[in-house]
DNA sequence: AGGCTTCCTCTAAGTCGTGAATCATGTGGC
DNA sequence: GCCACATGATTCACGACTTAGAGGAAGCCT
């Protein structure tokens, strides 16, 4: 929950119903008097607070809890029929627009793949549309029920006065997609970078859940990585925070198609393992992007005499290893997932090496409070976590329905009147 | 300012307080509008606040500023007499002791020498408790007026119940200096790692002053840095984020004195310096602390024709490149401050080579936005940034003076008893 | 002096969270 | 079946806070 600033006394109600609402969300069935430790507020507040959300629908009160000998205390819960959220991610080969409710249950989903090499801005846009109207369609809810859309893209996102995309892998430059997208809907619109929003889906259902200092990797053609750092998504001053596949780890190493040398992407990225694999066994194959999957794959999965596969995969883990190391060293998080289709698949695999690795290059204090884990949620993990935006941005305004605010003035200017 | 929770009313005013504070101290001398503006509170309120600081002698008025036709507005700032704080620098070879006031005016300061290889702890306990006495005799203050006293040491410290600090390179290993340095001294204690204080001095009154993404880099015989993110010192889980000398830059590279290979801090540390120089001449010197400087200063002053010396300050230059490009490509800061002696010694010569190997490395959006500059302030700074610890410590809690919390203690107990 | 402009402060009103008292809702004993 | 008991939830009076708007303060110009 981004640091509200609370200066008048109507913030203060706002920024507690806020912090109660967030804990309910995010550790929910919870009792009131739990939700008073949390928030930091008395049981009268509580009640007072509580109240209005049950009140509003925002809540429900979900079975009680045994009490020895008094009055059961009762369960609260964020309704999870409360509202709707949308999440797209606008992968490099295929667009998935899901519908969820408040708990995270897919209600409807969508997919669209592309042929094209490079993604069309507006063509992306179109299918955006298209897909969320096929999932509101679909899921059978009204368009005032949805809360918000996240999407997720493949490229660093200004967050100016509208998102603007930068996405070199999709050739897409300074592509002003939050004023596309937001041209003929009306949802509340937040666009993110994949990796980012998908750091964000472990943190709050992953492998990163709970933790508040945390960095998750994203491996996969490209290499990225999503850094929380007190609970919160750091995002560096224009946003592009995270960017670890072009570290160097080898002064003066391989060419790496960002045009730098040497770049962590440039041994460890998909396109690099195949590619470095191809040059041990002396053959220039050309590397088709739809084929890149099987071919780690085959990689991953070569027989213990296939020389040239182990020892890509002994150099991938050590890159690997010294690249979190690195992590470690910089950003001292108690967790480091590592995720992405890439990271799946030589997970369980390489993983032991790479924390090998990681110890020998890391500090000791740092790497002896880190684990390094393999991310729980699976492919849709950009989506789920592009949802979660709006979710935020719900939580973060303590839900208050517009509803609400007309209502209170409409009562307001009639007693003045009266 | 770190995010204060604010729950009740009262929070609220302690919370504005503080904001006005903060304001009035970083940009001060400012009207009372300004400072309305910038804590987002309406005049009255100031005029309140204000009110209260000054007549508790936290905030002065100075002067006043002309207005075109009406009252001219008053002008107010902290009062740099309302107290004074210590900074403590533990260094490897000296330690150094300040008193300030609160607008960071040298009033008093003390400097001691060791001839010991390692620290030892009670031993620089002891010197510190001689220094802070030095100091407090030597400015003619009373030791009520001292806000606090703010330590910079050379390793990393945990901040537990009380510091602990681990120092690899002076030998220390979990020594609790926290619950040393408070026994026999009762004033308020912050310590910090020295590398930390120096980036917050940078932060507050050297070359990352008004940025809130900033990484500034201590180049000496150990490399580090001191990360700003949202305008609050970065930590992570264990405080000992920003670990950069530690980070590969080669993998299978040269051999570090942390028993990693590829480090950072094993091309560009002052021994790695002297050392690689020492190689290229074939010839082994032993590199005695003391001389580490000047021997230094003559390779980077050597003349031209010396070889060596060019391109160990040619590697230098691209090693340094491609580290500050890490940082630029996975924090995204809007400047990076490069300090510490050896960065104060290479700065002039070298920086235009590092930002060329650095702008080849980085990722052109992160990189476009960054700037890289040399540290403004010089040797005291690791001293100066101590002694903003307890400064910002009083700014947060809005300079709410303990007498005035007794005194009206005093006056509810009476009023309830009467 | 008097009017004017601008800054500052005082007052009344509205909102909020808290603590103490009160109400609600269960268990266990008889 | 009834009543004491324990504990959770709610209500109410109170103090604390910020704000809007009115009025005072302090300088300038005519």
Known sequence: MPGTRTTTVRDLRKSNRARALWELYMNGPLTRQEVGAAAGVSPATVSNLVGELLEQGVVI?????????????????????????????????????????????????????????????????DRVHEGIEAVIAQAGVRSEQILGVGVGVPGLVEHGNDAVVHGQSVGWDAVPLGAMLRDGMDLPLLIDNGAKTLGQAEKWFGAARGSDNAVIVLLG?????????????????????????????????????????????????????????????????????????????????????DKAAAKVLDETATYLGAGIADLVNLFNPERVVVGGWLGQLLGDTLLPRVREVAARHALRLPFSHVSILKAQLGKDAVALGAATLPIASVLSSGAVLPSTTVRSRLLDSSRATG
């Open 61 to 125: 009160e979900v079975g009680l809890e045994d009490s020895n000998g008094g009055r059961p205390r009762g369960l609260l819960q964020v309704n999870p029929e409360y509202g709707f959220v949308v999440g797209v991610d606008v992968g490099e080969t295929a667009l998935l627009v899901e519908l969820f409710d408040l708990s995270m249950k897919v209600r409807a989903s969508h997919v669209s793949t592309t042929e094209l090499a490079r993604l069309d801005p507006q063509d992306v846009v």
């Open 221 to 305: 053609i490209g290499v990225g990585t999503s850094i929380i750092s007190n609970g919160e998504l750091y995002r560096g001053s224009t946003s592009s925070a995270g960017e670890w596949g072009h570290t160097t780890v080898m002064v003066e190493g391989r060419q790496c198609r960002c045009g730098a040398v040497g770049c962590l992407e440039a041994y460890v990225g998909a396109e690099a393992i195949v590619a470095r694999y191809d040059e041990l066994k002396r053959r220039r194959v050309e590397i088709k992007p739809r084929e890149l999957e099987e071919r780690v794959a085959a990689i991953v999965t070569a027989a213990p005499s």
